[in-house]
T-cell receptor
Framework: AQSVTQPDIHITVSEGASLELRCNYS??????LFWYVQSPGQGLQLLLK??????LVQGIKGFEAEFKRSQSSFNLRKPSVHWSDAAEYFCAVGALDTNAGKSTFGDGTTLTVKP | GAVVSQHPSRVICKSGTSVKIECRSLDFQATTMFWYRQFPKKSLMLMATSNEGSKATYEQGVEKDKFLINHASLTLSTLTVTSAHPEDSSFYICSAGPTGGGYGYTFGSGTRLTVV
């Protein structure tokens, strides 16, 4: 069975500082990996995804993530955080047989940005 | 492209009544839609897989008679919460696809259901 672990429940960073959100996954084959952002009361917005190829993936809003097969990780990074980045972030792994649509989500990391 | 509209965004209903939530793909045809439930401060839990023209596949522990799913067309899936109770209050989100060459699914903006 596939699973996703986001070890950090809550992270606080200062505006302008760098950010790394951790994600570890368990999956029997090559995973489809996703990062989503959710603002309060809103749906999920896809930040970036990895299916194959280059292990460093660029996404929207200046985010990037690196797939490391040896560590079963897909950590999300941003070099300089903006106050508007404060939100809930979810890492997800998608099932290959459903074209990644059937996703298993981590429990999320809440990001707080200090002025 | 790949926009998914979910309606209503918020609904309050009385205990014992039924509520229908719609998930529409606006600019693409979605052969598959997924329905998720999100509890406060919790991750998303997959409830069911909805395929156009066939019966939905429910995840273990999800009551199919309480959460009726219909995917009558390639652009619309509906989730009906029947005989709603306060414990059904939650945030329900759909995703539709595939898009983008068969690898993408787009999420709707969610529906906040409150049962009083």
């Amino acid at each position: 069975a596939q699973s996703v672990t986001q070890p950090d429940i809550h992270i606080t960073v200062s505006e302008g500082a760098s950010l790394e959100l951790r994600c570890n996954y368990s999956y029997g084959a090559t995973p489809y990996l996703f990062w989503y952002v959710q603002s309060p009361g809103q749906g999920l917005q896809l930040l970036l995804k990895y299916f194959s190829g280059d292990t460093l993936v660029q996404g929207i809003k200046g985010f990037e993530a690196e797939f490391k097969r040896s560590q079963s990780s897909f950590n999300l990074r941003k070099p300089s955080v903006h106050w508007s980045d404060a939100a809930e972030y979810f890492c997800a792994v998608g099932a290959l047989d459903t074209n990644a649509g059937k996703s298993t989500f981590g429990d999320g990391t809440t990001l707080t940005v200090k002025p | 492209g790949a926009v998914v509209s979910q309606h209503p965004s918020r609904v309050i209903c009385k205990s014992g009544t039924s509520v229908k939530i719609e998930c529409r793909s606006l600019d693409f045809q979605a052969t598959t839609m997924f329905w998720y439930r999100q509890f406060p401060k919790k991750s998303l839990m997959l409830m069911a897989t909805s395929n156009e023209g066939s019966k939905a596949t429910y995840e273990q522990g999800v009551e199919k008679d309480k959460f009726l799913i219909n995917h009558a067309s390639l652009t619309l899936s509906t989730l009906t919460v029947t005989s709603a109770h306060p414990e059904d209050s939650s945030f329900y989100i759909c995703s539709a696809g595939p898009t983008g060459g068969g690898y993408g699914y787009t999420f709707g903006s969610g529906t906040r259901l409150t049962v009083v």
